[in-house]
C-alpha cells in the first residue's frame, strides 16, 4: 500500500523539514522573507545552510548543486561536496551561508545573445529561497537565479521573479481600492497541464532522427491514426499504466502536486496534470517533471517524447497553462462568484486580462514560438497562431450587459437532468469550454493552450504577468483618484471592453472563416517564429519590459537573439539528421529493394520464359523514378544547407531556415514516405509509424 501523505515531499527542504530543522527565530525570518521578500541576513543563511546540510546528509545526498534554467531552455547543474579538509589528512562536512546563497558557474557557455564573450566567463547564481531545496540523484538542489559578472539576467527565473513582484505591487493596488486591507501579497498561479508520448525504447534507438531531433523526420502514416477517438480517454495500457504509478510516486515525493493522467487524443500520447501553485514554484516542477518523466519511462524500456510534433499525421503536444491570481488570504481573483455582473473587482480584473491580451497579441505569440512549436500551432489539434480569447456564454453576457447598460440575465447554475432514473442529476456549468481557443476562460482560470510540450513555462507567464500588472498600473492609477470608486470602475470596464472586444471569440478558432475574420478585425496572424520575433524587440515591448522592470533593453534584446539563433541550429541539426538518414540508410535500403525486385523477376522469368513479371516490373519502374526523385531532393536539400552559410544576421538567417531548408526537408520527406509505402517493412530501414504509436 503507498502512503502518498508519508511519501509527499520526503525529498524536499519544505515548510515542515524547516519548522524540524531550523530555531524558531530562524524558521520566522526564513518565512517572512520567502512570503514578504524580506532580505535574507548572512548570519540566518548560515543556520539555513547548516540545518539543509545536515537534513540532506540524512538522506543520501554527499553534494551540492545550484539548480538553475539558463536560456537552453533546460536545467543546469555543477555539483560540489559537502568535504572540507582538516588536519591529518581528514574531511568534515561543511556547507556555508555564503555558498547557499552565490554560485559560480561558467557564463560564457551558455546562451547570452551576445551579452557574454566566450573569454569572459564569469557568471553567478543566486538562491531562491521562495522556492524550496530537494534531493535529487545524490545531490542538495538549490533553486537559483542566473547572471552575469555585469548583472544582466541569463536565466528563465530571474524575468519570472521580477514580473512576480511586478504584478503583486499592481494587483494589491487594485484590491485596496476595493476595500481589501488585509491581504498583503498577491501571486499569478499557475497549472501546467503537460502532454507527452511514450514509445519502445528499442524502436527509439532504431531512429535517428528520434535522437538527435526528438521528431520524426520521415515517417509514412499507418493505416489508422487517430480518427476513431478512441485513445482519448481509453483504458491505459499495463505497461504506461506502470510507467504513470512510478511517475506519480516520484513526483509526490518531491512535492509536486501531480493530480490527474489520462490517455490523449494521438495513440501513444498522455498527459499529466498538477494542482496548481505559485507560478515560481509551478514553472520549477514543470521543469523537474520533465527530467523525472525521461528517467522513469527509461526504467520501464521507455523513451518519453516532449517535442511538439513528434509524429506527423497525428496531434502533437503541448502544455495547457492555467493561469490565475489569487491573494495570499486565499482569495481567487478571477473568481467570477455567484453574481459576476454585481463583483466589480472581479470585472476590473477581467477587463484588465481582456485589454493586455489585446495590446499584447504579439508577446503572447512570441512566447510559445519555437521550432517544434510551429508544426503544431494551428494545425487543426491546437491553437491557432491568432490570438484571442474565449469567455463563454455567462461571462459574455455580462460584458454584454455593461456595454449595454441592459440587465444582466442569467439562469445561473442548472441542474443536468439526465433521462436515465439511475443516473443522479447534478449541477451544470455556466459555460461550455473551447479547446479550439488560445486563452480561454475556464471557471475562475485562464487556459493559455498554445505553450509547448518541451517549453519552459517561465516565458509565457512572465509575459503574461507584465503585460496584465502593466495593465493593472493604469486601471489602479485611475481608480485611486475617483470619488465614486464603484462608478469609475464600471466606467473603466465598459470603455475598456468598447475598446478592445475584437479580441473576445467565442467560436471555431480552427475555421478558415475565423481566419478571414481576424483579419477585418485587425488581428495579427504570426505564422511562424521567424514571423513573430522580430516584433519582440519593437519599441512597444521594449517601453512595457524596462518600465517595470522585467528585462532591461540589452536583456530583452539578447533574448531575441538566443531564440532567433536555436531556431535555425533546430532546423540546421534536422537537415543534417535527414540527409544522413537519406544517405546512409534510406537510398542504400530502396537500391536493394530494387535488386531484389530484379532478381526476383529475372528468376521468374528462368522458371518460364512466357511469364512476364509485370508486378515486380512496375514497382521496380515506380521505385526507381521515386529514387531519382529522392536524389535530386537530397542534392536541393544539400544546396539550402550551404546556402545558410552565407546569409547574415539572426532574423534572416532564421527566415531563411524556414523557407528555404525546411521547405526542402518536407519535400525530401514526401518522396521518402511515399518510398516507404511501397516497400516490404523488412527492407525498410527504420520502425515504422505504426511500430511507434501501437507498440507500446
Known amino acids: 500500500m503507498v502512503n502518498v501523505p508519508a511519501m509527499f515531499g520526503e525529498r524536499v527542504f519544505n515548510d515542515e523539514t524547516m519548522k524540524k530543522y531550523l530555531p524558531k527565530g530562524t524558521y520566522k525570518e526564513l518565512k517572512q522573507t520567502i512570503e514578504d521578500g524580506k532580505p535574507l541576513d548572512i548570519n540566518i543563511a548560515n543556520i539555513v545552510a547548516h540545518a539543509m546540510k545536515e537534513w540532506a546528509i540524512?538522506?543520501?545526498?554527499?553534494?551540492?548543486?545550484?539548480?538553475?534554467?539558463?536560456?537552453?531552455?533546460?536545467?543546469?547543474?555543477?555539483?560540489?561536496?559537502?568535504?572540507?579538509?582538516?588536519?591529518?589528512?581528514?574531511?568534515?562536512?561543511?556547507?556555508?551561508?555564503?555558498?547557499?546563497?552565490?554560485?559560480?558557474?561558467?557564463?560564457?557557455?551558455?546562451?547570452?545573445?551576445?551579452?557574454?564573450?566566450?573569454?569572459?566567463?564569469?557568471?553567478?547564481?543566486?538562491?531562491?529561497?521562495?522556492s524550496y531545496a530537494f534531493i535529487k540523484d545524490g545531490s542538495l538542489c538549490i533553486p537559483t537565479a542566473f547572471c552575469s559578472y555585469t548583472g544582466e539576467a541569463l536565466d528563465k527565473k530571474t524575468p519570472l521573479l521580477r514580473s512576480m513582484e511586478c504584478i503583486n505591487t499592481q494587483a494589491l493596488r487594485i484590491v485596496r481600492v476595493f476595500g481589501d486591507k488585509t491581504t498583503t501579497h498577491i501571486s499569478a498561479t499557475v497549472g501546467p497541464e503537460q502532454e507527452y508520448f511514450l514509445v519502445d525504447k528499442k524502436a527509439y534507438e532504431k531512429r535517428k532522427d528520434l535522437i538527435y531531433c526528438g521528431r520524426t523526420l520521415f515517417g509514412a502514416r499507418p493505416p489508422k491514426g487517430q480518427e476513431l477517438d478512441d485513445h482519448y480517454f481509453g483504458s491505459i495500457k499495463p505497461r504506461v499504466s506502470a510507467f504513470m504509478k512510478d511517475l506519480d510516486e516520484e513526483l509526490w515525493k518531491y512535492g509536486i502536486l501531480a493530480k490527474t493522467k489520462h490517455n490523449e487524443v494521438a495513440p501513444a500520447q498522455h498527459e499529466l496534470a498538477p494542482i496548481f501553485d505559485t507560478t515560481n514554484i509551478a514553472t520549477d516542477h514543470n521543469q523537474l517533471t520533465m527530467e523525472i518523466m525521461k528517467k522513469v519511462a527509461e526504467n520501464h524500456g521507455l523513451v518519453c517524447l516532449l517535442h511538439e510534433k513528434p509524429f506527423a499525421g497525428v496531434?502533437?503536444?503541448?502544455?495547457?497553462?492555467?493561469?490565475?491570481?489569487?491573494?495570499?488570504?486565499?482569495?481567487?481573483?478571477?473568481?467570477?462568484?455567484?453574481?459576476?455582473?454585481?463583483?466589480?473587482?472581479?470585472?476590473?480584473?477581467?477587463?484588465?486580462?481582456?485589454?493586455?491580451?489585446?495590446?499584447?497579441?504579439?508577446?503572447?505569440?512570441?512566447?510559445?514560438?519555437?521550432?517544434?512549436?510551429?508544426?503544431?500551432?494551428?494545425?487543426?489539434?491546437?491553437?491557432?497562431?491568432?490570438?484571442?480569447?474565449?469567455?463563454?456564454?455567462?461571462?459574455?453576457?455580462?460584458?454584454?450587459?455593461?456595454?449595454?447598460?441592459?440587465?444582466?440575465?442569467?439562469?445561473?447554475?442548472?441542474?443536468?437532468r439526465t433521462t436515465a432514473e439511475v443516473l443522479p442529476n447534478f449541477t451544470k456549468d455556466t459555460s461550455?469550454?473551447?479547446?479550439?481557443?488560445?486563452?480561454?476562460?475556464?471557471?475562475?482560470?485562464?487556459?493559455?493552450?498554445?505553450?509547448?510540450?518541451?517549453?519552459?513555462?517561465?516565458?509565457?507567464?512572465?509575459?503574461?504577468?507584465?503585460?496584465?500588472?502593466?495593465?493593472?498600473?493604469?486601471?489602479?492609477?485611475?481608480?485611486?483618484?475617483?470619488?465614486?470608486?464603484?462608478?469609475?470602475?464600471?466606467?473603466?470596464?465598459?470603455?475598456?471592453?468598447?475598446?478592445?472586444?475584437?479580441?473576445?471569440?467565442?467560436?471555431?478558432?480552427?475555421?478558415?472563416?475565423?481566419?478571414?475574420?481576424?483579419?477585418?478585425?485587425?488581428?495579427?496572424?504570426?505564422?511562424?517564429?521567424?514571423?513573430?520575433?522580430?516584433?519582440?524587440?519593437?519599441?512597444?515591448?521594449?517601453?512595457?519590459?524596462?518600465?517595470?522592470?522585467?528585462?532591461?533593453?540589452?536583456?530583452?534584446?539578447?533574448?531575441?537573439?538566443?531564440?532567433?539563433?536555436?531556431?535555425?541550429?533546430?532546423?540546421?541539426?534536422?537537415?543534417?539528421?535527414?540527409?544522413?538518414?537519406?544517405?546512409?540508410?534510406?537510398?542504400?535500403?530502396?537500391?536493394?529493394?530494387?535488386?531484389?525486385?530484379?532478381?526476383?523477376?529475372?528468376?521468374?522469368?528462368?522458371?518460364?520464359?512466357?511469364?512476364?513479371?509485370?508486378?515486380?516490373?512496375?514497382?521496380?519502374?515506380?521505385?526507381?523514378?521515386?529514387?531519382?526523385?529522392?536524389?535530386?531532393?537530397?542534392?536541393?536539400?544539400?544546396?539550402?544547407?550551404?546556402?545558410?552559410?552565407?546569409?547574415?544576421?539572426?532574423?534572416?538567417?532564421?527566415?531563411y531556415f524556414k523557407e528555404s531548408v525546411l521547405a526542402a526537408m518536407q519535400e525530401l520527406r514526401a518522396v521518402a514516405d511515399e518510398m516507404e509505402s511501397n516497400m516490404s517493412a523488412k527492407a525498410w530501414p527504420y520502425p515504422s509509424y505504426g511500430n511507434l504509436l501501437f507498440s507500446v
Not at 493604469?474 to 471592453?497: C, G, P, R, S, Y
Not at 537537415?575 to 525486385?597: E, F
Not at 512476364?612 to 526523385?629: D, F, S
Request: hydrophobic share 40%; with cysteine; charged share 25%.
Open 58 to 130: 540524512e538522506n543520501g545526498a554527499t553534494h551540492y548543486t545550484h539548480w538553475f534554467q539558463p536560456m537552453t531552455g533546460i536545467t543546469a547543474e555543477k555539483h560540489d561536496s559537502f568535504i572540507s579538509p582538516t588536519a591529518g589528512g581528514g574531511v568534515i562536512m561543511e556547507f556555508s551561508g555564503k555558498e547557499l546563497i552565490k554560485g559560480e558557474p561558467d557564463a560564457s557557455s551558455f546562451p547570452s545573445g551576445g551579452i557574454r564573450a566566450t573569454f569572459e566567463a564569469r557568471g553567478y547564481t543566486a538562491w531562491d529561497p521562495t
Open 315 to 416: 496531434n502533437g503536444s503541448g502544455k495547457h497553462n492555467n493561469w490565475s491570481i489569487a491573494t495570499n488570504t486565499g482569495r481567487n481573483l478571477l473568481n467570477p462568484t455567484k453574481n459576476p455582473r454585481e463583483n466589480t473587482e472581479f470585472l476590473v480584473f477581467l477587463a484588465a486580462v481582456i485589454r493586455a491580451v489585446d495590446e499584447n497579441q504579439d508577446l503572447l505569440r512570441i512566447s510559445v514560438a519555437s521550432a517544434g512549436n510551429d508544426h503544431r500551432l494551428g494545425a487543426n489539434e491546437a491553437p491557432p497562431a491568432i490570438m484571442s480569447m474565449y469567455l463563454g456564454d455567462d461571462l459574455t453576457e455580462v460584458l454584454r450587459s455593461v456595454l449595454s447598460g441592459q440587465e444582466y440575465k442569467t439562469e445561473g447554475k442548472q441542474v443536468m
Open 432 to 655: 461550455d469550454r473551447n479547446r479550439t481557443s488560445p486563452f480561454a476562460f475556464t471557471g475562475n482560470k485562464f487556459e493559455f493552450r498554445s505553450v509547448g510540450s518541451s517549453e519552459n513555462i517561465a516565458c509565457a507567464n512572465f509575459m503574461i504577468n507584465t503585460m496584465v500588472a502593466d495593465v493593472l498600473e493604469d486601471f489602479a492609477d485611475q481608480l485611486e483618484k475617483a470619488d465614486d470608486v464603484k462608478a469609475a470602475a464600471e466606467a473603466l470596464v465598459k470603455k475598456t471592453l468598447e475598446d478592445h472586444k475584437r479580441i473576445i471569440f467565442n467560436g471555431n478558432n480552427y475555421s478558415d472563416e475565423w481566419v478571414e475574420e481576424a483579419k477585418k478585425r485587425g488581428l495579427l496572424n504570426l505564422r511562424s517564429l521567424p514571423d513573430a520575433l522580430p516584433l519582440y524587440t519593437s519599441e512597444k515591448n521594449i517601453r512595457l519590459f524596462t518600465k517595470h522592470n522585467v528585462l532591461t533593453e540589452k536583456e530583452l534584446r539578447s533574448r531575441c537573439e538566443v531564440l532567433l539563433e536555436k531556431y535555425s541550429k533546430i532546423i540546421n541539426i534536422e537537415a543534417l539528421t535527414a540527409l544522413d538518414m537519406a544517405k546512409k540508410d534510406i537510398l542504400p535500403a530502396v537500391t536493394n529493394y530494387i535488386k531484389d525486385l530484379a532478381e526476383t523477376a529475372n528468376l521468374v522469368k528462368s522458371v518460364d520464359p512466357e511469364l512476364v513479371p509485370a508486378a515486380q516490373t512496375e514497382l521496380m519502374r515506380k521505385l526507381t523514378n521515386l529514387l531519382n526523385c529522392f536524389v535530386k531532393k537530397i542534392d536541393a536539400l544539400d544546396q539550402a544547407v550551404v546556402g545558410a552559410k552565407a546569409i547574415v544576421g539572426a532574423a534572416e538567417s532564421a527566415m
